[in-house]
């Protein structure tokens, strides 16, 4: 199998080694061919506002699967940013983060015995990017929520909840505030959930998540 590599910017090299150090330690490099590729700062700097090479693209789709470090984006003028960039292109709307208590790793939540998940839309919303300029001090940033792309991550969410054996999902939000946006988020939630027996739903303003989260986050198995 052969999986497309770029190794980013920042410590995005460093950690990069350190990884693949580790892949070749437990045998993993034995069934995998990693491919460089060139993306991020550098590619930037030649003056490409898209963040990669063409030949980079054709290697990520080639392969199928990209592996990839931090990498650094354009502050305020400049090209867009490089992640949101591979995500639209490559449809990868879900970002899937698995959070769990190591053994022999010390975090201030060492004594609770962690494993929950956080799903989080990757495509729309403010990632959209849709900005304008009404007057010389007032400028507008628009946010688009789709039914569709509503869809797309919270049945991936209870998909791997499924298969994972989680038994409950919350759905985090602002539906008291932005009523239609989150609003239509918060009822494709429901929706969806319905279909998913054995699987409890529940939903939270994110304001209480965030306190939740840094409180008492053994409460939450998945969000979306």
């Not at 590619?43 to 898209?50: I, K, L, M, P, W």
Request: charged share 25%.
């Amino acid at each position: 199998m052969r999986i497309a590599l770029a190794a980013g910017d920042g410590i995005g090299p460093e950690i990069m080694a350190a990884t693949l150090r580790l892949f070749e330690a437990a045998g993993v490099t034995e069934h995998l061919e990693f491919v460089p590729v060139e993306m991020g700062a550098s590619v930037f700097a030649a003056g490409n506002t898209r963040g990669m090479t063409d030949e980079a693209v054709r290697t990520v789709e080639d392969c199928g699967v990209l592996f990839k470090g931090p990498m650094e984006t354009p502050k305020g003028g400049g090209g867009k940013s490089i992640n949101v960039t591979a995500r639209k292109m490559w449809s990868a709307y879900a970002n899937y983060r698995h959070f769990r208590t190591l053994p022999g790793v010390k975090t201030p939540f060492s004594h609770l015995d962690l494993d929950f998940a956080i799903v989080r839309e990757n495509v729309e919303d403010t990632y959209g990017g849709i900005e304008h300029r009404v007057s010389d001090d007032v400028t507008v940033c628009k946010r688009v929520i789709s039914a569709p792309g509503s869809d797309e991550v919270i049945r991936f969410a209870f998909e791997t909840a499924r298969r994972t054996g989680i038994a409950s999902v919350h759905c985090g939000h602002k539906a008291n505030i932005m009523k239609m946006t989150d609003g239509l988020f918060l009822e494709r939630f429901k929706a969806i959930g319905a279909g998913y027996t054995g699987i409890a739903l529940g939903d939270v303003l994110v304001d209480a998540l965030c306190l939740n989260l840094v409180m008492k986050p053994q409460q939450y198995k998945m969000v979306v």
